[in-house]
């Protein structure tokens, strides 16, 4: 019983509309008193009232006092003869129809409904999909997820709401509603897989370990012995260039496909060669007209690793260069002398995981949204990593929406700074350099709004849980709603990531809109 109503006290939150109506009875100087057919005693009642900032009420009334209820009208009648008031000059508010409204006007009062906002919610189109799946089956997280998002979004009529949307076509509430308890659910499994193989460092890998790593923190920040988290810089690009130890992993990389791009670029982000150190007299050589030429799918490949053979001196420089400054960034940042150490990212092969491996020789744990049986092919142990809402599973399968739509999700999960190139050593110093060529301003504000929305559901779940380290969320529940939207969506809410971009090397343009500018469509 004590647990129960520890429980219920943690969870139990100030309703806006009440207490709007509360403070303007108040400005009236209105007598007011509290009246609940709760079963519990008078003294809990009256602490929750207290938590959510009530007081000056005149008297509070419970049922289990008096062994009357508003429902059958006894707890009115009982009320009314101790105030010796009239009961027209009552005014009864509540969310119950026939408890509130109903059984109150029956006994001479006046009577005023506010539905509950999970009525509301229940009423909102774009939700009754959600309600009718959760009536045959509904976990503790699915019923602490929609009460928050009706208490957020619904405690006043539904007519704000756009119809059938589930976002009101607003990145924040996206956030909040779609890819907040995804997010939640991933950070949740992260500490209790953590946990159970007794990792004690956690590392959140950029870009897309960021918003994972702030819910985490959140969640678990102040728990005693937690695993402690820390946010390192890692990229492909970082990792590819970092692990060229020989010619066979220059010739590895080389017979890799080739998307749209120029020599100069594909000497940068493949090998580590800065623009401008090859010449296009030494380019020319191998068939080319210099650096600026582009590139693709149907160059020679014999002309490339002929090119690539002829750097390889530059090549192993450079790699060796990359490889100690960014061995030297992990030991500063803690991973080479953490006791256990696991690596936090969105995941598929865990290639990035292999890399470090490769780079420190340290045993790592990869935890990961999802993994693809593709990992099988990277020198890693599958046995080292594992994935929250799909582990080694297809990356062409249909069943999940990371696997369907694995460009809105990287999209969404990713941090609005630019992306990690590499560890540059000036003199002495290690620091992290980005690449600022995109300088996309439109990701960065709507990246920073979807993510402010997850962070405000992660804080509203922390306050309204009394001990973190009890939460355990299913997938299906945490992606319920982000999935749906996916195959789902209406234009208002197809329009939360109009303009937004993802790099897609195999098209014929570097970047492709998620959702077309609506200005392109005219």
């Known amino acids: 019983k004590r647990q129960e109503l520890s429980k219920e006290y943690a969870i139990s939150v100030r309703r806006d509309a009440g207490w709007a109506m509360f403070k303007y009875a108040q400005k009236l100087g209105k007598e007011i008193i509290a009246i609940s057919d709760m079963t519990h005693e008078h003294s809990f009642i009256c602490s929750l009232l207290e938590k959510s900032g009530y007081d000056g009420f005149t008297k509070v009334y419970v049922s289990s006092q008096f062994g009357l209820r508003k429902h059958e009208g006894g707890l009115f009648e009982y009320v009314i003869e101790d105030l010796k008031v009239n009961p027209n000059d009552v005014l009864h508010i509540g969310d119950n129809i026939k408890g509130d409204l109903e059984s109150s006007i029956s006994k001479g009062l006046q009577g005023y409904h506010i539905p509950r906002a999970s009525v509301n919610l229940e009423k909102a189109e774009g939700y009754t999909h959600f309600i009718d799946q959760l009536k045959s089956s509904k976990t503790e997280f699915d019923s602490h997820l929609f009460s928050i998002i009706a208490r957020n979004y619904f405690d006043k009529s539904s007519n704000h709401i756009k119809p059938k949307t589930l976002f009101n076509g607003d990145p924040f509430n996206f956030g909040f509603c779609g890819l907040g308890p995804a997010i939640v659910g991933f950070a949740s499994w992260i500490y209790n897989e953590a946990v159970s193989a007794g990792i004690s460092d956690i590392f959140f890998l950029s870009r897309d370990g960021l918003i994972a790593k702030s819910v985490y923190d959140r969640l678990y920040g102040s728990i005693p012995g937690a695993p402690v988290s820390h946010y390192i810089y890692a990229s492909r690009r970082a990792a590819r260039v970092s692990t060229i130890y020989c010619l066979a992993d220059i010739h590895e990389i080389a017979k890799k496909f080739i998307y749209s791009t120029t020599i100069q670029d594909y000497l940068w982000s493949r090998f580590g060669l800065p623009k401008g150190s090859v010449s296009d007299t030494h380019i020319q050589q191998f068939g080319f007209t210099g650096g600026s030429q582009p590139i693709g799918g149907k160059t020679s490949k014999d002309a490339i690793l002929g090119l690539v053979e002829s750097l390889q001196q530059q090549i192993l420089d450079r790699a060796t260069y990359e490889r100690d400054a960014y061995h030297s960034y992990l030991e500063n940042s803690g991973l080479l002398s953490a006791k256990s150490a696991a690596l936090v990212d969105i995941g598929y092969a865990g290639s990035m995981q292999a890399a470090i491996q490769r780079i420190t020789g340290k045993n790592l744990l990869g935890l990961y949204f999802a993994t693809f049986t593709s990992a099988r092919n990277e020198a890693l142990d599958v046995n080292d990593m594992r994935g929250y809402v799909g582990n080694l599973v297809p990356s062409d399968g249909t069943a999940l929406g990371i696997q369907t739509h694995r460009f809105i999700y990287e999209s969404i999960f990713c941090a609005p ?83 937004l971009r993802f790099h897609d090397p195999v098209g014929p343009v570097s970047y492709t809109h998620l959702t077309l500018p609506t200005s392109d469509l005219v």
């Open 417 to 499: 700074h630019d992306s990690f190139v590499c560890i540059e050593n000036t003199d002495g110093k290690l620091i992290p350099t980005f690449d600022e060529g995109d300088n996309d301003n439109l990701r960065r504000t709507l990246i920073t709004q979807i993510h402010g929305g997850v962070e405000a559901l992660a804080s509203t779940i922390a306050d309204e849980t009394a001990d973190t380290r009890l939460i355990k969320i299913e997938p299906q529940s945490s992606t319920r709603i982000l999935d749906h939207w996916l195959v789902n969506p209406t234009i208002d809410d197809a329009l939360v990531l109009e303009g």
